[in-house]
């Protein structure tokens, strides 16, 4: 599994600070609500959200980004009650319905063959609760497949989270300054979206 070795030989992947979705709503939800990452890396955004009296469930399927986080609770003395690690494959995890109020899915639905990302957004879309939020960062291309890996074809994105109040939407191409396991600067299409779930629904 290719992240594990990059989460063992470095800290900080994906950046020190919280994605920059999560820090326009967070304290919108709250406190002590429960928040969920999909794909959550190294646990920037989940123990951002841990400091900030959510409690968490974060979900990646490698054991390094996930005894990363388990190391940083202990470290910064956070509790770990109040934080579910698990070790899993999300296009399998069971989310439970109406129990989130921020769903995070930030860069990790490209690792997922399309349709089961489509899978796991209607999950997602049934597991936010009400006037809950859901955080999804993932990348476009003008053609995407359904049988091939996760990109969003333009304004697709919006198009499936019709039913909810769109918070923000942009699609733009963003230049990677490089990270470990991919070390010079390349370019990536993406689209940003804060959703909300409507409350008459
Ligand atoms: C680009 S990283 C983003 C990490 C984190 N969301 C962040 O922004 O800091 C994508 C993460 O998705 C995880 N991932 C990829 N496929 C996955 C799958 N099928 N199930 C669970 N996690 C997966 C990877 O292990 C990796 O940690």
Known sequence: MKYNKIYKNNSNVWGDDPNELLQKIYNQAEAGSEFLDLGCGQGRDSLFMLKNGFKVTAVDNSREGIKKIKESVKVEKLS????????????????????????????????????????????????????????????????????SRCFFKPQELKKIFSDFNIISYEEKMILDKGHPGKPKPHKHNVVKMIAQKIKIR
Not at 106 to 119: E, G, I, R
């Open 80 to 147: 770990i009650s109040d934080i579910n690690l698990l070790c899993k494959n999300i296009k399998i995890f069971k989310i439970e319905k109406n129990k989130y109020t921020i769903i995070n899915a930030f860069n990790s639905l490209q690792f997922l063959f399309k349709k089961d990302a489509l899978k796991l957004i209607k999950e997602i879309k049934k597991a936010i609760k009400k006037e809950g939020y859901i955080i999804i960062s993932g990348f476009t291309a003008k053609t995407a497949a359904i049988d």
